[in-house]
T-cell receptor, first 115, second 114 residues
Framework: GDSVTQMEGPVTLSEEACLTI???????????LFWYVQYPGEGLQLLLK?????DKGSNKGFEATYRKETTSFHLEKGSVQVSDSAVYFC??????????????FGQGTRLTINP | DTGVSQDPRHKITKRGQNVTFRCDPI?????LYWYRQTLGQGPEFLTY????????KSRLLSDRFSAERPKGSFSTLEIQRTEQGDSAMYLC????????????FGPGTRLTVL
């Protein structure tokens, strides 16, 4: 079935460092891909999305490119801030198999940014 | 847009008791989803509705779980005869048709079964 594999955490960086969180997926058909973020004590928020191959999603300085050839959707940011500390989830939806309407999530990557 | 709301935010119950959670989606959203999230894991799909019709249920949803969306607006998730393994965060999300399934999540209901 459809699945998402994320880079294991936790990840700890200093402020202004570059960030990459790896995400690869397995799906039949042409899924939509998402990054969600969960700040401490808050609910899941959509960070960015891409709905077809080679699309780039971006928001709040974060970017991710839908790479069908490598089945990847890595999250990147050039200069992280303390306020980016959160748990990040990669997810997909809309693969061809039955049940395509649900979101399938990775296990999450906890990111801590130190000042 | 008032967002997805869930009630209660926290629930502590004793094993064997029944609990019911409520979700109010964003008003124009046709689809409503329930997920369960345990500590250190990503959310796992439980079930979803399109308007009032329940279109899919996960194998995770045992016979003790039931969900309804009687008028195609709010939804309830009931767990009968709770077990300690039911302790988790229960998340509700909603979306519009033709939105590439961009789901908006509520704050969740944290269930603790003693």
């Amino acid at each position: 079935g459809d699945s998402v594999t994320q880079m294991e955490g936790p990840v700890t960086l200093s402020e202004e460092a570059c960030l990459t969180i790896n995400c690869t997926y397995t799906a039949t058909g042409y899924p939509s891909l998402f990054w969600y973020v969960q700040y401490p004590g808050e609910g899941l928020q959509l960070l960015l999305k891409a709905t077809k191959a080679d699309d780039k999603g971006s928001n709040k300085g974060f970017e991710a490119t839908y790479r069908k050839e490598t089945t990847s959707f890595h999250l990147e940011k050039g200069s992280v801030q303390v306020s980016d500390s959160a748990v990040y989830f990669c997810a997909l939806s809309g693969g061809a198999e039955q049940g395509a309407q649900k979101l399938v999530f990775g296990q999450g990557t906890r990111l801590t940014i130190n000042p | 847009d008032t967002g997805v709301s869930q009630d209660p935010r926290h629930k502590i119950t004793k094993r064997g008791q029944n609990v019911t959670f409520r979700c109010d989606p964003i008003s124009e959203h046709n689809r409503l989803y329930w997920y369960r999230q345990t500590l250190g894991q990503g959310p796992e799909f439980l079930t979803y509705f399109q308007n009032e019709a329940q279109l899919e249920k996960s194998r995770l949803l045992s016979d003790r779980f039931s969900a309804e969306r009687p008028k195609g607006s709010f939804s309830t998730l009931e767990i009968q005869r709770t077990e300690q393994g039911d302790s988790a965060m229960y998340l509700c999300a909603s979306t519009r048709l033709a939105s590439h399934n961009e789901q908006f999540f509520g704050p969740g209901t944290r269930l603790t079964v003693l």
